[in-house]
Structure formats: structure tokens, C-alpha cells
């Protein structure tokens, strides 16, 4: 009976170990959710003055009938092109950065609580 006591007790200060860690792993990602949150809402800022930028560039030169309009437009098509691609650049690299971080806040908190389990703590 002694030895059924004791693991019970080894199994439920492992459960709380292991709950704790989950709570941790919880918080640590509702952050990473309001910051990805906050680098969307700067995002859709910086989207908004790509957009700017690109009804400029394709406006700048409508109605120019010559070799230099040609050139300019070319360097406007450029321009709206660049301002694209980096409008995408920046989506995926804040969708590869909110995975990362999601991805290190699982592996520390199998490491903490395995660790917190075995008593490698």
C-alpha cells in the first residue's frame, strides 16, 4: 500500500509538472500570437503605402507619347513590380516567423517538461 502511495504521489507531482509547463507554453504562445498580431496590423500599414505607391508609379506616366514615357513607364512597371514582391517578402516572413517561434515554444516545453518529469531538472 506504502508503494502505491508513493507512486501516486511521483505521478501526480509529474501531472502537475506537466500542467505547469502547459500553462508556460499557453501564455508564451498568446504572446507570440499579439505580436503577430501587432506585425499584421504593421503589415497591412505597410501594404497600404505599397499600394500608394504602385497607383503612383502606374499614374505617373498615362498619356506620355514618347520614347522617354516609354522608359519612364518601364521603370514604373519596375517600380510596381519591386513594390509587390515585397509586399509578399514581407507576408511570408512574418508567417515564417510566428511558425518559429511557435515550433521553439513547443520544443522548450517538451524539454522542461521531460526534464521537470525525470527529475533532470
Same mark, same amino acid.
Given at each position: 500500500l506504502q508503494q502505491e502511495v508513493t507512486e501516486r504521489a511521483k505521478e501526480q507531482r509529474r501531472q502537475h509538472a506537466a500542467d505547469e509547463e502547459r500553462k508556460r507554453a499557453d501564455e508564451e504562445l498568446a504572446k507570440i500570437q499579439a505580436d503577430a498580431?501587432?506585425?499584421?496590423?504593421?503589415?497591412?500599414?505597410? !501594404?497600404? @503605402? &505599397? /499600394?500608394?505607391? !504602385?497607383? @503612383? &508609379? /502606374?499614374?505617373?506616366e498615362t498619356g506620355r507619347l514618347s520614347a522617354l514615357a516609354a522608359?519612364?513607364?518601364?521603370?514604373?512597371e519596375t517600380g510596381i513590380l519591386l513594390a509587390q514582391l515585397l509586399g509578399e517578402a514581407d507576408d511570408l516572413a512574418g508567417k515564417f516567423a510566428k511558425e518559429a517561434d511557435e515550433r521553439y515554444v513547443a520544443g522548450s516545453t517538451c524539454e522542461r517538461t521531460w526534464d521537470k518529469v525525470t527529475g533532470q531538472n
Open positions: 498580431d501587432a506585425a499584421e496590423r504593421a503589415r497591412g500599414g505597410l !501594404q497600404q @503605402q &505599397l /499600394a500608394a505607391v !504602385q497607383r @503612383q &508609379l /502606374a499614374g505617373s522608359a519612364g513607364q518601364a521603370k514604373a
